[in-house]
Every structure is written in C-alpha cells, then in structure tokens.
C-alpha cells in the first residue's frame, strides 16, 4: 500500500555550492511525498497529490519538515562508548582510549551489542545511513552489517587494517589484511542494501606493504569505495613524514599503493599542501569534513571552498566527534566556515549531511534527496522542538530563517519520525 505523508518537503535541484542555495534546494511549505515498496513515486504540493492518491495511507506531519534521512559519512562504530572522552589530541586519544575499546571486538556478542547500539542511537538522531570502520577483527564487520541489514539501512563498513604502530592484539598483516578483506567484500558487498568499503585506517599504522596489498584488493574490485584518513593533524602529518620519507607527502603515501581514485574517500583532509589538492582534483575523490570532531580532538579549520570543485561529504566521525547528531555537525560546520570567514548558507549545510554525503559515496542515484524513483529514506524533523527554538523561528519570515534555529540548536528532540527503506522505523527496546 501506497504512503502520503504531508509536511514541509525539502529537496534539491542543483548543487549549492555551485548555484545559488535559494535556486539549487527547495522547501515545498504544503508538500507530499508518495512513497510505495522501498522508493519515492512522487512529490509536490499536497492539494496536487492528495487527489490523485486517494487510496494512500496518509501521514500528516503538519509543519513538520520531511527531508531526506541525514547520511553521516566517516564514522567509527566501535568508539560509540568512548564518545567524550576527555582531554586528549589525536596521537594520545588513540592510544588512550581508541585502541583499548577496539581491542575488545574480537568478541562477536560485544561487537553486535554495540553495533545495535549504533544503529539504533543513529535512527534516533534522523540518520538512515552511515560509512563506518570497523575494527582489525571480522566479527566487527559482520556485526554491523547484520543490525543495518535487520533495519533495511544502507551502508558501507569495511575491516580496519593495521599491521604498525598499534599494541599487538590490534595488528594484522598485509596478507591477512588482504584475505580477510576480500572474503567479507565478497560475503557481503551488494547484499541487499550493503556495500563494503576498503579500509586502511591511515598510514601510521600501515606498512608500505599493507597499503600495497589493499591497493591491489581495490584494483580487483574497482566499484568498491576506499576509505581512510588524511592530514588531520600536524603532529600527525610529521609522524607521516618520517615513516615515509620517500613520499612526496601524505597523499602520495596512498597514491604510491594504488590507493587514490575516484571512488576513494579521505576524512578530515584539513591540512592540504596545494600538490595534494591539485591531485585530488584530478582524481574525483571525496573529503570528508568532520566539524565536531576537528574541533574536539584540536585538529584544524577545514577549508569550505574545497566543496566546489572536490565531492564532499560531511561526517561525525564518531567517537572523535563530539556527538551522534547531524544538526550537531552542520552547527560545528557553520561555526568553523565563520571561523575560517566562510559562511554557509542553510541550504549547503543541510546538503552536506544529506546529498552532498550522497554524492561522496557515489550513491546520490540511490539516497540522499526526495525525488522520484529515490530510495525511501527520511527524516522528519519538529522545527519548534525547544522552547529555544520555538521563540526564535517566531521572528522567522522565509523557510530556511524557520529551519535555521534547528540547524543551530537542535538535536534528537527535534527527531519526530524516521522512514528506512519505506518503511517507519520504530525504535526497538534498550
Ligand atoms: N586517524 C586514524 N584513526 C583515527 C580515528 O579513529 N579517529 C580519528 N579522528 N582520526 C583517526
Ligand atoms: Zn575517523
């Protein structure tokens, strides 16, 4: 049977970041999105659809706005217990309190738990999608995989490999890297709404030889994304330096294993020399900015401009992000532009945690606007869900002054539905 649900209807036409924000998104005040088996079938004004759908399930969310489910694109399952932990940057935070929680994934009955967990305090926060690592161990694979699969949810995970600089019950080797990678690649990519993602953590902790291997497992497997970090901090990026003092710089240690294309995704990416940026170009990749993250493990100030030639994603990066919400990190993205004398108009925040991450994971055919023949993923969100937010949309006079406020100060209290795969999501028992 056939759904109409009634509300405020944001979608895109275009890319904000190359056409004007009031031009390339539009919210429908009166809208309806007809949605049947698992896909979007229509959408417009509800005194056009309503009549012509008579026999649809109506859902009226009043001035609720219905958008497309938010797409958090670079983010650690593993580390959800570990979100806020105080006091560290990115070196010390690892060894501190990343490794030690990793470490406990070898054990299939935690990894699912926790992988519930996510799941389920993601939905709660208007997430319908996620790329996550994992940790070194395939039960954390096929974990996540298993509680997205039971929710209909699509994403992308892949096992994090390791084989340097991390205590040995967290190593692998290039060869077990490889092996292990490539049987959950073929056990579970394309699985119903499912995709792995080749997952070298970042170069620190991979040989040379590490970085070859996966490289290799890419060039088998070309439609599969390759996620993994760049340049977050300048500790960091001289760590680089001298493990790899043959490489021109950090980009060029993936680029010389195979591991820089089009498909390839590269969180953080804050401190860019221009050769990195110029070849990043060049190769389609994808930057994944993590605004909470950046700000709380003291990274850096990401450069906004780099959205309008590069895909960009935006992310939580849970558990170095700060919080689970992507109004959160369209808050900490606006107050780092503003930082840096960028400033975001509303438009492009909200299409950065929704098409704008679509596009980074190469799925905006599938996810990430309301469009017909569109996967049924949204979100709908209460505009007024504090007191807060309701004295300060009251002076409001367009829609995206009304939507601001909640972009700025909202969180999971302003989470009133979620549909996955056309269905609503109810949230199962703790
Ligand atoms: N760089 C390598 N691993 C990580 C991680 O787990 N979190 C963050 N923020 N940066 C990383
Ligand atoms: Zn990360």
Redesign the pocket.
């Known amino acids: 049977m056939p759904h109409l649900l009634l509300g405020q209807v944001l979608s895109f036409h275009a890319n904000p970041f190359h056409t004007d924000p009031l031009q390339a998104a539009h919210i429908e005040t009166h809208g309806a999105v007809l949605i049947d088996q698992g896909r979007i079938l229509a959408t417009g004004p509800a005194v056009q659809l309503r009549p012509q759908h008579p026999q649809a399930t109506v859902h009226d969310y009043g001035q609720a706005l219905i958008s497309p489910g938010f797409i958090d694109a670079h983010v ?1 399952y593993p ?1 959800t217990p570990i979100i806020a932990s105080w006091g560290k940057r ?1 070196i010390d ?2 060894n501190t309190y ?1 490794f030690p929680q990793e470490a406990r994934f070898h054990d299939p009955n935690y990894a699912l738990d926790i992988a519930n967990r996510y799941c389920d305090l993601t939905l709660a926060h208007g997430t319908t999608s996620f790329c996550t ?1 994992t940790t070194i161990h395939p039960t954390s694979v096929d974990a996540i995989f298993t509680a997205a699969q039971t929710r209909r949810q699509r994403i992308w995970a892949g096992k994090t490999c390791m084989d340097r600089n991390a205590p040995d019950n967290l190593l692998d080797t290039p060869k077990s890297a490889y092996d292990d990678s490539k049987a959950l690649l073929q056990k579970w990519h394309a699985q119903d709404r499912l995709s792995y993602v080749i997952t070298p ?2 170069s ?2 991979s040989t040379p030889e590490q970085l070859h291997a996966l490289g290799s497992l890419w060039r088998e497997y070309p439609d599969c994304l390759m996620q993994t ?1 760049l340049s ?1 901090q300048l500790d ?1 990026i001289a760590w680089v330096k001298d493990l790899f003092p043959q490489s021109r710089d950090y980009l060029d240690t993936y680029e010389a294993q195979g591991l820089l294309g089009e498909r390839a995704l590269y ?2 990416s804050i401190h860019l020399t221009p050769r990195e940026i110029a070849r990043l170009t060049e190769a389609g990749a994808s930057l994944i900015h ?1 605004p909470t ?1 950046n700000a709380f ?1 003291g ?1 850096g100030l990401f450069d906004m401009t780099l959205a309008k030639t590069l895909r960009t994603g935006l992310a939580t ?1 849970t558990g ?2 700060s919080s689970f919400s992507m109004l959160r990190t369209m808050a900490a993205a606006y107050d780092i532009a503003q930082l840096r004398g960028q400033s975001l108009h509303p438009a492009q925040l909200w299409w950065l945690a929704t098409q704008g991450s679509a596009r980074a994971l190469h799925a905006d055919h599938q996810i990430g606007n309301i469009a017909p023949g569109m996967e049924a993923d949204l979100t709908i969100l209460d505009l007024a869900s504090t007191p807060a937010i309701a004295q300060a949309v009251e002076r409001a006079e367009t829609p995206w002054q009304a939507l601001f406020p909640t972009v700025m100060m909202g969180d999971d209290r302003a989470i009133r539905a979620v549909w996955v795969g056309g269905e609503e999501h109810r949230q199962t028992a703790p």
């Open positions: 650690h580390q990115l935070w690892l990343t690592y953590r970042f620190p902790t970090h977050e960091e969180g953080h993590c993250s493990i990274s990066d170095g992000g």
